[in-house]
């Protein structure tokens, strides 16, 4: 089993130019245990489409690609139950799941990325969180080469997060088991879905969602990008209050008791950040919570950016926002301060 040195280009949506000095492409279980065998004393980095990574540096751990596949349906009297292998991607999933007259995450349509990177960030949009499907989470845990299953209460849920961004960071997510109900709702909750009126079927919901994000979200096959570059932050209420009071546009939405969530994306705009540019890096015009690569951006435009909109941000509003976007840097996982600390 040999690795080779490759161009992590194929593996960020963001499109940056980054090597990784051992990558490998996994298909099938077999294959990884002879990877692990070999190389088991090596930190991993396991990337999917590499929809939500930026990579500040040359990657020097162990890269496994995942692009295990396969679909195991099993019925039962009230829902389908949905094996899923991590390599396949999500989106097609979800085209897969409404042909097959399956329905329930036609809200999550177009979210790029695998099906292996699902429940760890716990991806979300339009009211639906993957939470709400997933049923069983299995693993390889790379520091054993034992297989893992987790079930939804032990996979730690959050606002994207998971037990795989903690304890179990060096897991690989072999397959994900999803349930879907066969007694079917659209979820309308989000402004325009709701005009959509009660009756809406689960492919008219997938329309408008797909008209949606193509409206306001970056397609990273033409504009790179990576999702949100940053969290909707939280804040207590009673500072979400007072800066309502301040600026009574301002989106706030309740999350647990005392805390509210506040909208990235507006503050951002608020602050006149949209369409401002550091190098090849930029906010995007139409939603500001995303930063894109107009072509030729380094991973250091990036950080720049991401730097600046940060810092004014908290000038204005006194909120520090946290990146939603993971950041590898050459010794495995970074965060943006010490990002920005290595460019200085
Ligand atoms: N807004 C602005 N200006 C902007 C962007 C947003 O004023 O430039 C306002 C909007 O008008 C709206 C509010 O901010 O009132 C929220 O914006 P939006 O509905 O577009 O959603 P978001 O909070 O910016 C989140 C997720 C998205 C998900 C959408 C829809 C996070 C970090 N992002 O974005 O997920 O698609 O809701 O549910 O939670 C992702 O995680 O990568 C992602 C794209």
């Known amino acids: 089993m040999s690795l080779t040195a490759a161009s992590l280009i194929p593996y960020n949506t963001f499109g940056l130019e980054q090597n990784a000095e051992q990558l490998v492409v996994l298909h099938d279980r077999q294959q990884l245990l002879e990877v692990w065998q070999a190389y088991s004393s090596m930190p991993l980095l396991v990337v999917g489409e590499g929809s939500n990574l930026l990579f500040t540096a040359p990657v020097s751990s162990l890269v496994i690609v995942n692009r295990l596949k396969g679909i195991k349906v099993t019925e039962v009297e009230d829902a389908w139950l949905l094996e899923i292998a991590g390599g396949e991607n999500w989106h097609q999933?979800?085209?897969?799941?409404?042909?097959?007259?399956?329905p329930g995450l036609e809200n999550l349509a177009l979210i790029p990325?695998?099906?292996?990177?699902?429940?760890?960030?716990n991806i979300g949009a339009y009211g639906v969180e993957l939470a709400q499907f997933c049923q069983q989470v299995e693993s390889f845990d790379w520091r054993t080469g034992q297989v893992h299953q987790w079930t939804a209460a032990e996979c730690e849920f959050g606002y994207r997060d998971s037990v795989f961004k903690h304890q179990a960071r060096e897991?690989?997510?072999?397959?994900?088991?999803?349930?879907?109900?066969?007694?079917w709702q659209p979820v309308l909750g989000y402004g325009p879905l709701a005009k959509l009126g009660g009756s809406a079927t689960a492919q008219q919901v997938f329309e408008q969602v797909c008209a949606t994000r193509q409206a306001k979200l970056p397609d990273p096959a033409v504009l790179g990008n990576a999702g949100s570059f940053f969290k909707n932050p939280k804040v207590v209420t009673a500072q979400a209050q007072a800066l309502q009071l301040a600026w009574p546009q301002l989106p706030v939405f309740a999350a647990e008791p005392g805390v509210s969530k506040l909208a990235a994306g507006w503050l951002i705009d608020k602050?006149?950040?949209?369409?401002t540019r550091v190098g090849g890096a930029g906010v995007h015009t139409e939603q500001a919570l995303v930063l894109v690569n107009h072509g030729g951006a380094t991973a250091e435009d990036v950080l720049r950016l991401a730097g600046r909109?940060?810092?004014?941000?908290?000038?204005?509003?006194?909120?520090?926002l946290e990146p939603e976007v993971r950041m590898i840097g050459a010794a495995g996982e970074t965060n943006l301060d010490e990002a920005l600390a290595c460019l200085s």
């Open 271 to 275: 602050a006149g950040l949209k369409g």
């Open 171 to 183: 897991h690989l997510i072999l397959s994900v088991t999803l349930r879907l109900p066969k007694a």
């Open 113 to 121: 990325g695998t099906v292996g990177a699902s429940p760890i960030q």
């Open 93 to 102: 999933l979800v085209c897969w799941t409404l042909v097959e007259n399956m």
């Open 309 to 320: 909109v940060r810092e004014r941000v908290e000038q204005l509003f006194g909120v520090r």
